[in-house]
């Protein structure tokens, strides 16, 4: 009889980078600390806050040597500022000693410690991209949002990787900017670019705010409906107010004992409608549809595109989330070979499952309970990534045959609000199906 690993094997495209024998990504946490207090980050929600803090050492650094040669990418990044681990430089220069040719290694910052100095330090050290947080352009929104931070602190910063690239003959090394987008940024972000252009940045990462707490939804510029949900539900709005039917009031006439003409043909319409979504292999979610603000997506559809005009004209490579959740999902995370190490050398599957947190990103509580197949102080790291159990995780994402929770009529249920989650109700063991990475509305250093 054939072993689970044997079995799974046979299935597994082995050329693709998520089943080679070692990570193509990795995606280390330096630290667990920061020195500023942003209002949309984990740290601040309750269970993320109560999470142990630690810095990663050269020891642990070290059991990830045997993966450092096969690595297209190595990101120095996690929940805490990088800049805070005195190591970062010796991170950065022994991962260049061993990785190969045409591979990068950078991090994500706020910026407030990086000083002429450091900056020389990190470009001598070899880093190849360094993206600061930037959520505004107005002082006064940007220092609301990074409590401890001011604007006139990413300009220094900015300045500073400027001379240093001079300095220490680096012109090829990326300067980019990370800009979490909320209703009371959104309008900025063009202007946010012109002004990112005129130091030096080369691209810039655009993400949806991911709400750790409930209040949080108010600040949500990402819709829940899919694209094609959308794009299907217009197309069908668009037909029946051409008819005088009023789609919208379906809930109000379903359940009517005696129907009127007028109420058969609302829900004549929405059944044709749902036979065609059925036929897609569409999910329409009708209540949440039926309360879709067009006006807050179109907004926010224009000022993405002004943005890319912006973009395109200073030349900076911009990276824009989707407004509304793809319909066709993908995780780019598994796919593309990754893993993430947490700083006391856990090793997990992905953003998703690196901490405990409480998430919102579908409207309602989603207790996350991060996942860790083994710790490379403990195992090597090829041995963990090649486990049975992790390859095995991997198979299944890649399948991606999970449900959508987000778009589903009886969400949120005890199975995704369980706070150690068992099995989805397609009887999976990975929690891909309340994940809006694989949505395309959330965007990391990658």
Same mark, same amino acid.
């Given at each position: 009889?054939?072993?689970?690993?044997?079995?799974?094997?046979?299935?597994?495209?082995?050329?693709?980078?998520?089943?080679?024998?070692?990570?193509?990504?990795?995606?280390?946490?330096?630290?667990?600390?920061?020195?500023?207090?942003?209002?949309?980050?984990?740290?601040?929600?309750?269970?993320?806050?109560? $999470?142990?803090?630690?810095?990663?050492?050269?020891?642990?650094?070290?059991? !990830? +040597?045997? %993966? *450092?040669?096969? @690595?297209? /990418?190595?990101?120095?990044?996690?929940?805490?500022?990088?800049?805070?681990?005195?190591?970062?430089?010796?991170?950065?220069?022994?991962?260049?000693?061993?990785?190969?040719?045409?591979?990068?290694?950078?991090?994500?910052?706020?910026?407030?410690?990086?000083?002429?100095?450091?900056?020389?330090?990190?470009?001598?050290?070899?880093?190849?991209?360094?993206?600061?947080?930037?959520?505004?352009?107005?002082?006064? $929104?940007?220092?609301?949002?990074?409590?401890?931070?001011?604007?006139?602190? !990413? +300009?220094? %910063? *900015?300045?500073? @990787?400027? /001379?240093?690239?001079?300095?220490?003959?680096?012109?090829?090394?990326?300067?980019?900017?990370?800009?979490?987008?909320?209703?009371?940024?959104?309008?900025?972000?063009?202007?946010?670019?012109?002004?990112?252009?005129?130091?030096?940045?080369?691209?810039?990462?655009?993400?949806?705010?991911?709400?750790?707490?409930?209040?949080?939804?108010?600040?949500?510029?990402?819709?829940?409906?899919?694209?094609?949900?959308? $794009?299907?539900?217009?197309?069908?709005?668009?037909?029946?107010?051409?008819?005088?039917?009023?789609?919208?009031?379906?809930?109000?006439?379903?359940?009517?004992?005696?129907?009127?003409?007028?109420?058969?043909?609302?829900?004549?319409?929405?059944?044709?409608?749902?036979?065609?979504?059925?036929?897609?292999?569409?999910?329409?979610?009708?209540?949440?549809?039926?309360?879709?603000?067009?006006?807050?997506?179109?907004?926010?559809?224009?000022?993405?595109?002004?943005?890319?005009?912006?973009?395109?004209?200073?030349?900076?490579?911009?990276?824009?989330?989707?407004?509304?959740?793809?319909?066709?999902?993908?995780?780019?995370?598994?796919?593309?070979?990754?893993?993430?190490?947490?700083?006391?050398?856990?090793?997990?599957?992905?953003?998703?499952?690196?901490?405990?947190?409480?998430?919102?990103?579908?409207?309602?509580?989603?207790?996350?309970?991060?996942?860790?197949?083994?710790?490379?102080?403990?195992?090597?790291?090829?041995?963990?990534?090649?486990?049975?159990?992790?390859?095995?995780?991997?198979?299944?994402?890649?399948?991606?045959?999970?449900?959508?929770?987000?778009?589903?009529?009886?969400?949120?249920?005890?199975?995704?609000?369980?706070?150690?989650?068992?099995?989805?109700?397609?009887?999976?063991?990975?929690?891909?199906?309340?994940?809006?990475?694989?949505?395309?509305?959330?965007?990391?250093?990658?």
């Amino acid at each position: 009889m054939q072993s689970n690993a044997a079995a799974l094997s046979e299935f597994m495209p082995v050329n693709e980078p998520a089943f080679l024998e070692y990570p193509s990504k990795l995606f280390v946490e330096t630290t667990s600390r920061c020195n500023l207090n942003c209002v949309m980050c984990m740290k601040q929600n309750a269970d993320g806050s109560r $999470t142990k803090d630690g810095d990663l050492d050269l020891a642990t650094f070290s059991e !990830l +040597e045997p %993966a *450092l040669p096969n @690595l297209e /990418a190595l990101v120095l990044n996690g929940v805490g500022e990088p800049l805070l681990n005195t190591r970062l430089e010796h991170f950065v220069s022994r991962a260049k000693k061993l990785m190969p040719a045409g591979s990068w290694v950078g991090f994500q910052s706020n910026g407030l410690l990086l000083s002429h100095l450091r900056a020389v330090s990190l470009l001598n050290a070899g880093v190849d991209r360094i993206c600061l947080s930037m959520d505004g352009v107005d002082a006064t $929104t940007f220092s609301s949002i990074r409590s401890g931070s001011q604007l006139v602190d !990413l +300009e220094h %910063a *900015l300045n500073a @990787l400027g /001379a240093a690239k001079i300095a220490c003959h680096r012109p090829e090394m990326e300067i980019g900017v990370e800009f979490v987008v909320m209703r009371d940024n959104l309008s900025q972000l063009p202007a946010a670019l012109s002004w990112a252009a005129e130091f030096g940045v080369s691209f810039a990462l655009v993400s949806h705010l991911h709400p750790f707490d409930e209040p949080h939804l108010q600040q949500c510029s990402y819709d829940i409906c899919t694209d094609e949900a959308i $794009t299907l539900f217009q197309s069908w709005k668009s037909k029946a107010d051409l008819k005088g039917v009023d789609i919208r009031r379906y809930f109000q006439v379903l359940w009517n004992y005696h129907k009127t003409d007028k109420d058969r043909q609302i829900i004549d319409f929405v059944a044709a409608m749902k036979s065609d979504a059925q036929q897609r292999g569409i999910t329409l979610d009708l209540k949440r549809l039926f309360a879709l603000d067009m006006p807050k997506i179109h907004h926010s559809q224009d000022i993405f595109e002004e943005a890319a005009q912006v973009a395109r004209r200073t030349g900076i490579d911009l990276r824009l989330p989707e407004i509304a959740r793809r319909e066709k999902r993908g995780c780019s995370f598994v796919e593309k070979g990754s893993a993430f190490i947490s700083w006391d050398g856990g090793m997990h599957p992905c953003y998703h499952l690196w901490h405990s947190c409480r998430s919102y990103a579908n409207g309602w509580l989603h207790p996350v309970t991060p996942w860790v197949f083994g710790n490379v102080k403990d195992r090597g790291v090829l041995d963990i990534w090649n486990s049975p159990k992790f390859r095995g995780y991997r198979q299944n994402v890649v399948r991606h045959d999970y449900p959508s929770c987000a778009e589903c009529n009886t969400s949120p249920c005890d199975l995704v609000q369980a706070e150690c989650f068992d099995q989805d109700c397609y009887v999976n063991a990975e929690p891909c199906g309340s994940c809006l990475w694989s949505s395309g509305v959330f965007r990391c250093l990658d």
